[in-house]
């Protein structure tokens, strides 16, 4: 995981680790930041096609998460929109699009 290693290595807070969503697994963290790294015009997902890494990514966070990415990739996908709905509704989350 060549990716991970290029984010980890210049940070230097001491309580702050990267992980792919694989590496999360029975973990939980104050904050999670999530990189949904798909954005392309087949609306294709990649890794998050399997919503049960989603699931894992979503749940690790006690008190914040964070998610950066192309809505619109996402939202071509029933599971996603209906993530992305909800979460305007009951203001969960906060999005920023760009």
Known sequence: MKSVG???????????????????????????????????????????????RMNVAITRAKRLCILVGDSVTYKHDEDYEVLFKESFRTDAFKFVFL
């Open 6 to 52: 290029l984010i980890a290595d210049p940070l230097s807070f001491s309580d702050a680790n990267v992980f792919t969503i694989d590496g999360y697994q029975g973990q939980e963290k104050e904050v999670v930041i999530i990189s949904l790294t798909r954005c392309n015009r087949n609306y294709e997902l990649g890794l998050f096609e399997d919503k049960r």
